[in-house]
């Protein structure tokens, strides 16, 4: 295919040449198209019909709806639904209250100390994600490295648990996830006007009074970014709540790999798989309509 | 307060991951902190294990396949989406974009049963196609954004020159958006390098990726050999962080605001 497109490039390339320099080329733009968009069809788009299709078979392969009406009628799975919705609630909101005070601060102090902190956000930021999550499993455990500081600081006298439990989910979420968040709020605060900040001044507002109306409003399209990405992402998530969480905060991702791994159950474990992208583009959709989120990535 | 507060987050973001390095070198059986004393026995065990070896080898040449052949497609896409205009553009753009977007779980699922079908599940070309998927998003991204503050009057002028469209896209196109091409290939390796989710699912006993034998050993007990690649992982990541940023960490400090101008100009 590729070979194809170069010489097909080749061919026409040189009857222009020879012909008329500005004359057309039969090779349009649009072509370029072609070659992705047929590995995209063959290997994401056609599978992920597939496993549509498959969300409505029974057992025996017949049509049935049987899953969804399993999978809504049950208190087990919609606890699951409930988990995996409060997880990536939390998460987004404490990587809002951990993340906008230190993108302000990259957006106010000089150009080295903003460097600095910016890759102080990226090492975690490229670093492997099982390599984090191994890493809050060591310092997380009963006789993890959180415990015996609090413990030497005389806070606890007994360690807490902090692992294999919905704290330990939110942690290791939140250190994985806070760079997004950081990285969408800075670019937003950095554009904004400082001319605004100044005029608010010169008017007579005081510091917190411009801080809270001029800079945090301006602020807002990185926040619904920021906050969009983190709770998107959140609630797919399943490496992180496998490995930190237990087995009574299963998060939907997780029930997805336990129907098929243990239960070999493909029809139940694609009607959840297609229950999880809704709820995926029921959010980006909001986020583009209600919040007017126009580039998240 | 703010810089107190911004001191403690950066500490919980870092400290967290540099933490690796010393435990990488404890002489303990057991992972604790502090390491009791130094040894180097967790990186005799990571370069001695064949398995680990293997492992290793094997995602360091699915993420050079991956880039490769992502950085093409994805290019191709980005140059297609930017340069034309039809229906149903912005459809073919989600489509896209979907593995960026789409929990990784789902991909798995579709693409296991897919390619299990196939009898490519568990071999390398499985897990090269897998791991194209997961980064092509993130080359489309990069050299979109790219393409969009290209001004198309340079491939127009190359062209009324007499160039053609390949020796026009290879001397002015490239050049211009190559560090987006860049950045777009750290992605794409980064994507592939570190990519589980789906791999958990299409890793087979012959074929193992570094991460997924990572995963396994997670699942069983917490291995300390996985110390030792973690913290080599985690010093390069680092270097490559201060040394991209080496000229505005220990640059000159601009003074005023035309000094800025100069310095950036250089």
């Known amino acids: ?297 | 307060m703010l810089w107190l507060f911004t001191i403690l987050v950066l500490l919980f973001l870092v400290l967290p991951v540099l933490i690796i390095i010393p435990m990488s070198f404890s002489a303990s059986r057991y992972l604790q902190f502090p390491p009791p004393g130094f040894s180097t026995q967790w990186y005799q065990a990571f370069f001695s294990d064949p398995q680990w070896v293997g492992a290793l080898q094997v995602s360091i040449e699915l993420a050079v396949a991956a880039t490769v052949i992502s950085l093409i497609l994805g290019t191709f896409a980005a140059i297609g989406i930017s340069r034309s205009e039809f229906k149903g553009k912005s459809a073919v753009t989600e489509a896209f974009m979907m593995p960026m977007l789409v929990p990784g779980i789902i991909i798995g699922v579709a693409v296991y049963r897919f390619e299990a079908g196939l009898s490519l599940s568990g071999n390398f070309s499985g897990l090269l196609i897998a791991h194209i998927l997961m980064a092509v998003p993130f080359v489309i991204r990069t050299v979109l954004a790219s393409m969009a503050g290209l001004n198309p009057n340079y491939e127009l002028a190359s062209r009324s020159l007499g160039a053609n469209s390949l020796i026009t896209f290879l001397r002015v196109t490239v050049p211009i958006i190559k560090p987006a091409l860049f950045s777009g290939a750290m992605f794409a390796f980064a994507t592939s390098f570190d990519e589980i989710v789906v791999s958990q699912f299409i890793c087979g006993v012959n074929v193992t990726t570094l991460p997924k034998k990572i995963w396994d050993g997670l699942n069983q007990q917490l291995d300390p050999t996985i110390t030792a690649i973690a913290a080599i992982v985690i010093v390069l990541i680092t270097l490559a962080m201060i040394l991209s940023n080496a000229k505005t960490l220990f640059g000159r400090e601009p003074k005023n605001q035309i000094q800025e101008e100069l310095l950036e100009e250089e």
């Open chain 1, 1 to 297: 295919m590729l070979k194809d497109m170069e010489l097909a490039l080749q061919r026409t390339g040189l009857q222009t040449a020879e012909t008329n320099p500005v004359k057309k080329s039969r090779l349009k733009p649009w072509m370029l198209i072609i070659p992705p968009a047929l590995f995209f069809l063959i290997f994401l788009i056609w599978p992920l019909l597939q496993i549509f299709a498959l969300s409505f078979t029974d057992a025996q392969g017949a049509f049935a709806a049987g899953s969804y009406v399993k999978f809504f009628g049950s208190d087990v799975y919609l606890k699951v639904i409930a988990t995996t919705f409060r997880v990536s609630l939390v998460v987004t909101l404490s990587c809002l209250i951990l993340g906008y005070p230190v993108a302000y601060a990259m957006t106010v102090c000089s150009k080295k100390i903003s460097c600095l902190l910016m890759i102080a956000v990226m090492i975690p930021f490229w670093t492997s994600l099982l390599v984090r999550t191994y890493a809050w499993m060591i310092l997380l455990q009963t006789d993890g490295v959180v415990n015996s500081i609090l413990k030497s600081l005389g806070l606890i006298h007994q360690p807490l648990a902090l692992l294999h439990n919905e704290v330990g989910i939110y942690i290791g979420m939140t250190h994985i996830l806070l760079p997004y968040m950081i990285l969408s709020l800075y670019p937003v605060m950095k554009g904004i006007d400082r001319n605004m900040i100044l005029a608010s001044r010169t008017l007579g507002a005081g510091k917190a009074h411009t801080f809270f109306r001029i800079f945090v409003p301006l602020s807002m399209p990185g926040v619904s970014c920021g906050a969009i990405i983190v709770f998107v992402s959140s609630i797919g998530y399943y490496i992180t709540p496998s490995l930190l969480g237990g087995t009574k905060n299963m998060m939907i991702s997780q029930e997805i790999q336990v129907q098929i791994n243990r239960l070999m159950n493909w029809p139940f474990a694609s009607a959840i798989s297609v229950i999880l992208l809704i709820f995926t583009y029921v959010i980006l959709f909001f986020s583009k309509k209600v919040m007017k989120v126009e580039k998240l990535w």
